[in-house]
């Protein structure tokens, strides 16, 4: 255990945000921020992101360490995937837990006006003129690029958030990438689509017993009912940076820290097949079932 997992696991979140802050406040005067052109390199030099990839992005703008708006690192991601390419990002529009949100009286998913809570770069990205949100009500995502609609307008089909309707899934079959910029791994999603995939055989419950109908304006501004299954209470009980120090390859995952900021590159293919042959054996985020 590092010592930021230490401080987040016996501390109170108040001071591992206070130590956080602090320690991306030395960084910067440690480091001198990247420039465009530097970051350019990191994205396909370390990242490996190329002309015409499908690329899923999680992020923290403000833990980079660049001298330029989160408004260009948007046209920096889709100058780097061109016209050919699409880029995806977390688009889910509330805090807490799913459960806790659908509870409230009138709750509500907007798609075009629900703003995001992902952060900056994911809300600019739903901002953008070219943008296509998911309906889904629970794991929205947003798309930019020439697979943008493929990617999306089937997600709020599927019962199971991470399902094979859902841009998770089918990043798996179109040779993607999924980056951290600014995070480590603990943020990353696709470790659920294992999960929804295999549905009951997967060793640990992590859904709800029965789909939740909620509340949704679509595209036209009418509003519909969509079923999902839930987030079950076990899934607060995992460790992904754990499993996949522990468990995965590097030709799955490689995480890098460059000018004192995180990043990870994971070939989701590769990370699928092997979380599904851990989790035929019982071997999962969550731990091991005997």
């Known amino acids: 255990m590092n010592f930021s997992d230490f401080i987040y696991k ?3 979140v108040s001071v591992f945000k206070f130590i956080r802050k602090q320690y991306y406040t030395i960084n910067r005067r440690i480091y001198p921020p990247m420039d465009k052109d530097e970051f350019w390199r990191l994205l396909t030099e370390k990242l490996g992101i190329e002309k015409g990839m499908v690329v899923y992005i999680h992020s923290s703008v403000d833990k980079l360490n660049v001298n330029f708006s989160a408004f260009e690192l948007l046209e920096l991601l889709i100058k780097a995937v061109g016209k050919e390419g699409t880029l995806l990002f977390p688009c889910w529009h509330y805090k807490g837990r799913a459960e ?3 509870s409230q009286t009138g709750a509500v998913f907007n798609v075009k006006k629900s703003p995001t809570v992902m952060g900056l770069l994911p809300e600019l990205a739903r901002r953008h003129k070219n943008a296509f949100r998911s309906l889904h009500p629970t794991a929205s995502t947003v798309a930019l690029g020439k697979l943008a609609e ?3 307008k089937e997600h709020h089909f599927d019962l199971y958030p ?3 309707k859902s841009p998770l ?3 798996i079959h179109h040779n993607g990438k999924i980056i951290g910029l600014g995070e480590k ?6 470790v659920h689509v294992v999960e929804d995939i295999m549905k009951e055989k997967f060793p640990v419950k992590t859904l709800s017993d029965k789909p939740v109908t909620c509340k949704v304006v679509n595209y036209s501004g009418k509003e519909q009912e969509i079923s999902t299954y839930i987030p079950h209470k076990n899934i607060s009980n995992r460790d992904i940076p754990g499993f996949i120090k522990k468990n995965i390859s590097k030709n799955a995952v490689r995480c890098i820290k460059y000018k004192g900021s995180n990043f990870f ?3 989701p293919r590769v990370l699928f097949d092997e979380m599904l042959s851990l989790a035929e054996k019982g071997i999962t985020i969550y731990g091991t079932s005997k």
């Open 162 to 164: 991470n399902g094979e």
């Open 100 to 102: 806790d949100f659908l």
């Open 10 to 12: 016996y501390f109170p």
């Open 185 to 190: 791994t603990v943020s990353l999603s696709f």
């Open 150 to 152: 493929e990617f999306t």
């Open 265 to 267: 590159s994971i070939t």
């Open 169 to 171: 899934y089918k990043i």
